[in-house]
């Protein structure tokens, strides 16, 4: 498709970005340097990320600072200073040790985005144990899976979710000894605490376990978007890669308001939700609510946010609404504005630049790598639609499987194949949770295949092109739906597009397109084949859909996914699989 690149101007560039030079800071880019820089500031033995993004800011000139601000549903504030973080998390891993819970014993939250969970998060890793997050609108069942595949020995919710979602798994989960619950005043039982009652009492003084940097921190399940989630295992090391990726990607300086719109159910939502701005003793803003376009840029606009990181669902329903948001909300605070977790259309991009005054960001990566990969750079122009460069310090190709089991890198520009990432940086996943076979096959040769496709063009830009498990063979040609979504979203009355291949005896795939439409726009025989001639003249008849149907909207994960199996299970009437993460109005 033919968009022009979005040079990047001064306008774009309120502060003078981290990365002035892209080739140049990867010639010279070294880790041992940045671990160098990190450790000489812990308070800690050995690495524990904790103290890399709490304690060596709490004693510190940061120390009065505020570090997280939450913003609750009737907008009251509440702030946390490092200092007051560092002394709450204090309390929580004194909570644990009175507790008996010691290294590499897992500690789950289900909660919203309130201030207990961040508190557990950080509290969990100083005491050495690992904090693994949860969706909080997760259902029973997907909650037991979790709590029972990943040995839950705590967990901290609320007195609802408890009653509601775990109470009737309690029997089949003998090893979860102790419940935390984050809003009751009295302990209920043995075993069903009072958290705010235990912290009370508890020391605000911990010294923070020693800590191998490649001790177990975080477990993180994955969307599911493509089956059953996995449950990938990370470690302190990890810390380097987020500090690293906010300081060029997210281009953090001291004084920026950081705003991450994920939850911390989804990996985005605990490395760049969670830990990544408080590495760089910045301000973090938590939003308790949930989507909605006014409230999104009134915080914008309130809290003076300076950079944003969000995802394509939601800037595909910020795009959808009737509202001008350069004209009627005062952003003259944002300067970056960055998305991850999907392809990001390349309307979506220009929109951004049109709409909010700033081009949309995109970068790649995924609960396995633990930190962006492949990213577009504050100061580097964008091709709108492409995923940007890889980050410094990570090696990124483009390779094909060969039949004797071995790989090789395809060094022919705009070829499609696997993306692989060149093993070993920092937050790269070091297991998949009780399947060692499994995550022994994401590894060939001498390169981690990620399981996506791409192509790199002349210049070292990635492009999408689709997940392995969705690429649609048709008429002899490869097609990735993402390729014939962006081309229907050019079209006024498409709000979200999901595309999907039909086996068919013919052509053996035939390209299918579900279609949800802007509000204003009704499906109709007439209309169909509008969108459908449309694609045809931006894609040419062979990889244009030769089916298209409406839906209301599109299935998705709670993450914001698209999930294409689920459209494709449906259309040929298949079992659908793990729907855990589906995401249910
Ligand atoms: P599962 O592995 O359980 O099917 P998932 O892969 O969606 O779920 P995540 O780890 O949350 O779980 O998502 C990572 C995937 O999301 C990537 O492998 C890629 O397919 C997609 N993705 C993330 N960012 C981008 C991006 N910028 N462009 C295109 N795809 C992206
Ligand atoms: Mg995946």
């Known amino acids: 498709m033919d968009w022009k690149p979005i040079a990047k101007t001064k306008e774009h560039q309120l502060v003078e970005p981290n990365l002035l030079d892209y080739e140049e800071t990867c010639r010279t880019f070294s880790w041992a340097s940045l671990e160098a820089e990190l450790r000489g500031t812990c308070q800690s033995q050995g690495l524990n990320i904790a103290d890399i993004a709490i304690d060596r800011h709490a004693t510190g000139s940061r120390a009065n600072k505020t570090a997280l601000r939450f913003v609750d549903r009737d907008w009251n504030i509440k702030n946390f200073t490092y200092r007051a973080l560092k002394e709450q998390t204090n309390r929580f891993a004194s909570v644990l040790s009175t507790l008996d819970v010691g290294k590499g014993d897992r500690v789950f939250v289900l909660a919203g985005r309130i201030p207990s969970l961040y508190i557990a998060a950080f509290g969990s890793l100083k005491n050495g144990s690992v904090f693994c997050p949860m969706f909080s609108a997760f259902g029973p069942e997907p909650i037991f899976q979790r709590l029972d595949r990943g040995d839950a020995k705590v967990l901290v919710t609320t007195e609802l979710l408890y009653r509601q979602k775990v109470a009737q798994s309690r029997d089949r989960l003998p090893n979860l000894q102790h419940i935390l619950l984050a809003d009751v005043d009295d302990h209920a039982s043995e075993g069903i605490w009072s958290l705010p009652r235990l912290m009370a009492t508890a020391s605000p003084e911990f010294a923070i376990a020693p800590t191998d940097p490649e001790d177990m921190a975080l477990l993180h399940f994955t969307s599911g978007t493509t089956g059953m989630p996995k449950g990938a295992i990370h470690v302190h090391k990890a810390v380097y890669q987020h500090y690293m990726t906010a300081k060029y990607v997210l281009d953090l300086h001291p004084d920026d308001i950081f705003w991450c719109t994920a939850d911390p159910g989804w990996v985005t939502g605990t490395s760049y939700g969670i830990i990544a701005p408080l590495t760089h003793g910045v301000t973090s803003i938590v939003d308790e609510a949930e989507f909605d376009a006014d409230r999104w840029y009134r915080i914008l606009e309130t809290q003076k946010v300076t950079v944003w990181y969000t995802a394509p669902t939601a800037i595909r329903r910020l795009m959808r609404m009737n509202i001008n948001p350069k004209s009627e909300y005062d952003l003259s605070h944002l300067r970056l504005v960055l998305s991850v977790g999907e392809p990001l259309n390349p309307e979506a991009v220009v929109w951004g630049e049109e709409k909010l005054g700033l081009p949309i960001h995109d970068n790649w990566w995924q609960t396995e790598t633990g930190g962006i990969m492949i990213a577009n750079y504050a100061t580097m122009d964008i091709r709108p639609g492409s995923m940007g460069r890889p980050v410094p310090g990570i090696e990124a190709a483009i390779v094909r499987r060969k039949e004797d089991g071995s790989v090789e890198v395809i060094d022919q520009p705009g070829v499609d194949g696997d993306l692989a990432l060149k093993p070993g940086w920092h937050s790269m996943f070091r297991g998949y949770l009780h399947d060692e076979v499994r995550y022994k096959k994401c590894f ?47 079209h006024p009355a498409v709000a ?90």
């Open 444 to 490: 060939v040769g001498d390169w981690y295949i990620t399981g996506d496709l791409a192509t790199r063009d002349a210049d070292g830009y990635f492009w999408f092109v689709g997940r392995e498990d969705d690429i649609i063979k048709t008429s002899g040609h490869m097609v990735g739906p993402f390729e014939v979504e962006s081309a229907l979203m050019e």
């Open 496 to 585: 979200e597009a999901g595309v999907i291949g039909k086996p068919n005896p013919m052509i053996g795939e035939l390209v299918k397109a579900f279609v949800a439409l802007k509000p204003g726009y009704q499906p109709s025989d007439v209309l169909k084949l509008e969108l459908i001639g449309f694609a045809r003249q931006k894609l040419g008849a062979a990889i244009a859909p030769k089916e298209l149907e409406f839906k209301d909207s599109l299935p998705k994960t709670r993450s914001g996914k698209i999930m294409r199996r689920l459209l494709k299970a449906r259309e040929l009437g298949l079992p659908e699989g793990d729907l855990s993460t589906l995401e249910q109005d």
